[in-house]
Structure formats: C-alpha cells, structure tokens
C-alpha cells in the first residue's frame, strides 16, 4: 500500500512563501499541488518597475537596439530574482513580445493528482513529449483548455530512497525566474508519485531542430539568437540569483525553441546552488553531466564551478555551427569528437569545412561561424582560469550579432547598386556600341 509522504522542505526567499491550496477533492490521498506566492506589498512594488525589467530579463527588443548603437561591447544588467506575476494565480511563460508578459494557467493551485491524471490522459503515450535521467515528461490540457508541461519522476528512484533530483529541482526552480528558463508553476506529492509542473514549449528542442526534426532549419542569425538567449540565462543563474546556481547539464536536448526561434533553457535536476561562504573557489561534489558536454577539468578534480557551464557551453556553440553532436561515433577517427574536429578546421583557416551544411555560404555566415568558434574556443580551455565568465560570452554574442546586421545591412545596398547599375550600362552599351535607341515605337529585348 502506498503512503503518503512528507513534503520536502523548501527554504523561501526574502518576500515568499510555500503555501499548499486546498486540493479539489476531500481525499487526503489525492495529492495537492504546491506554488510559490508572494506578498501583495512585494507584488505591487515589483509591478511598478515591470516593464523596465522585462527588458533587462530578456536583453532583446528596444534594450538590444540601445545596446548596438554604443561602439564599445555591450554590458548586460539583469534583475535578481525579479516576479512577473502580477497576482497570486500561476501565470505561464510571457508571450513573444519580450516586454510583456501574458497569463497562463489559472487555477493551477488547485489541481489534485487525478487532474493531472486525467489532463494527461492517464499518462497516456501519445502525450509523451520527453523523457531522460528524472523521468517522462508529458504534455498535459487542464480543465479550462491551459497546456503545461508534466514531469513525471521515476517510481524506481524513490523504491530506492533517493528522490534527489525531485527535490533538488523543485529547490532550484522555486529560486529562479527569467523570461529564458523554463517557468515552474508548482509540484505534487501523491503516495509514491512525484510530478513537477512546467511551462509548456510547444515548438521542440534544439536538438531536434538542428537534426531537422523540428522546423525548417535554423539559420545562422536564428541560431545567433539562441545562443544570447541561452548566455542570458545560464548568466542570470551563475550572477543574479540570491545563491549562485550551477546547471551541470547544459546541452541541446535541454534548450526548448519557442514558436519564435527563441530559447529557454529547462532541466534543473543537475543543478547545484552554491554554499553560502563567499571564500569558497568551487563545490567538491560527484559528477553529473553528459557525456561530451562535460567539463574535463570537473571529471578529474571532482570539483565543481560556475565555468564547468562555461565549457559545456563552449561545446553548445560549436554544435549550433556544425550542426553535429558533441560525440558522433559513425564519424572518422579525426571527427569523433566535434569540438576538438571544429577548433582544428577554425585553426587551419578551414572554417567553411566546419560550417553545417545546412546553412548558407555567404560572407556574413562565414563571419559568424568563425567568431563563435573563437569564443568557444575560450569556453573549452583546459582549466577554469582561462575561461570567460558568461556575462563575457553574452557580451561577446551581442557584439557578433552587431556585426552580422551590419554586413547584412552593407550586402543588401550592395546588392541594390548591382541590381541598377547593370540595367544603365546596357542602355549606354546598346547606344554607343550597336547604335540601337530604345524610342516609343522600339524597344531593345534582350535574348
């Protein structure tokens, strides 16, 4: 017979706290979800400044524009911690306009184990989104027509005793908010099941879209957006939160694409918030992670910092440009691990080589690609000293992008000198050359 078990423990933050609503049905068995609320007073003063910081969350729209007209590098300030909601209902992922956020799921505070039950199917296959290391992620249609994401923790983890990554998710995600990481709506406890609530990307991951699984490929200015976008967020975990927060699992499959080719970065079960002493120079800690993402440094020592996202990073940028997996194992000796394959084509002068084959060939292309792989080139250096913080990668993204839009800009007036130039030199030709006059009555056509 399953019993029930105690809640976790979460520690709130200044200004909140874990309140568990009353269930939709009497049964004491049935489960209730748990959300995080907010006072009103906090609610009000946060509202008051909302859209200035939904534009330093997001670091796009007009706060982007802003950026680019400087000629010195870009720096990105953030918020720590900052709400978007604006009442004690869970609200869902902000809409695609980056300086306002739209409402999400209602009621979700009052939703029992048989709602998610039955919002599932009953956990039905077809509803399967993902799955990995904590379990199977489902999507899930409440009862007034909301869609939100369902993770369903492995039952054979907590036979065995050990629901760490449960609640170190749930301890994770309550600490963060940021308009490119995955929003938390709430966590339910039912006898031996374990299910986190999350937003619901609808659009794949980028893993998928890079393997044409999803979309119609990304281009090189799309997957320029990306990678700021995932920079942000790895940048707020690492700078703005109360506790630094380490994701250890930084990789395609855990970058969600929205319908507007933008990223939000999930999957918090690796991550580790940082020990409170500020003397502290890393975290001795077991190694999680995934294999070709992991910091090789970390593997050995065992010890754990914020530049161990760095590198796996670092491989994130070269696989966005290549379009290949960290590890192929159906590849060339030579060609089995990509970063190492992409930094000696980018060190030969062979960056087209490196380039996926699904993006164009152009001048402007070519600039990006080789400008990503010497940053990533940065992030995957040997030792932690030599790697960039994130805030310089982002930094350093903003300024590629700069320069893209620039070459982009100059190619296009090109392009319309070349598209009006050739039509006079004809005319001229036609006349002094062939002594042809286009008149009323004639007209020169070319063959």
């Not at 049964?27 to 006072?39: D, E, T």
Request: hydrophobic letters at 35%.
């Amino acid at each position: 017979m399953n019993q029930t078990r105690k809640s976790p423990v979460i520690r709130p933050g200044p200004g909140q706290v874990w309140n568990q609503s009353s269930s939709s049905t009497s049964n004491s068995n049935s489960g209730s979800i748990y959300v995080l609320q907010r006072s009103q007073s906090e609610q009000k003063k946060k509202r008051s400044i909302f859209s200035l910081i939904v534009r330093v969350l997001t670091c796009r729209g007009d706060i982007a524009h802003v950026a680019e007209d400087h000629a010195q590098t870009a720096s990105i300030q953030y918020s720590s911690r900052t709400s978007l909601r604006s009442s004690k209902k869970l609200y869902q992922s902000a809409s695609s306009t980056p300086s306002r956020a739209s409402d999400g799921p209602q009621g979700t505070d009052e939703l029992s184990f048989e709602d998610i039950s039955k919002a599932t199917g009953n956990f039905s296959a077809s509803n399967i989104i993902g799955q990995g290391g904590f379990g199977i992620v489902y999507k899930a249609t409440l009862k007034n027509g909301s869609v939100v994401a369902i993770k369903r923790a492995k039952k054979d983890n907590y036979e065995r005793g050990q629901p760490v990554e449960f609640k170190n998710e749930i301890q994770t995600l309550s600490k963060i908010e940021h308009l490119n990481l995955v929003r938390f709506y709430g966590y339910i406890e039912h006898g031996d099941e374990r299910i986190i609530l999350v937003e619901y990307v609808a659009n794949g991951t980028l893993r998928e879209h890079l393997d044409g699984k999803c979309g119609n490929g990304l281009e090189i200015g799309e997957r320029l957006d990306i990678m700021i976008d995932v920079a942000h967020a790895i940048t707020y975990l690492h700078t703005y939160t109360d506790q630094p927060i380490i994701h250890r699992d930084i990789k395609s499959s855990n970058i969600l694409i929205t319908d507007k080719l933008r990223a939000k970065v999930a999957d918090f079960g690796f991550a580790r918030i940082s020990v409170e002493d500020p003397t502290a120079t890393h975290i001795s800690t077991q190694v999680k992670g995934t294999a070709g993402y992991l910091d090789p440094e970390y593997l050995s020592t065992y010890q754990l910092t914020d530049r161990s996202d760095v590198y796996s990073f670092g491989v994130l940028l070269v696989e966005l440009v290549t379009g290949r997996l960290p590890i192929e194992l159906n590849k060339a000796p030579s060609e089995k691990l990509t970063t190492k394959w992409a930094l000696q084509r980018l060190k030969g002068g062979e960056v087209v080589l490196a380039m996926d084959p699904k993006l164009r060939r152009n001048p402007a292309s070519l600039m990006v690609v080789e400008k990503v792989l010497r940053l990533a080139r940065q992030c995957v250096a040997p030792t932690r000293q030599l790697r960039p913080s994130m805030k310089r990668c982002a930094e350093i993204l903003w300024r590629i992008r700069k320069d893209f839009h620039e070459h982009n800009d100059v190619m296009a007036a090109a392009n319309h000198s070349v598209q009006v130039a050739p039509q006079m030199g004809a005319i001229k030709n036609r006349r002094e050359f062939f002594g042809i006059e286009d008149s009323g009555n004639q007209r020169f056509q070319s063959a």
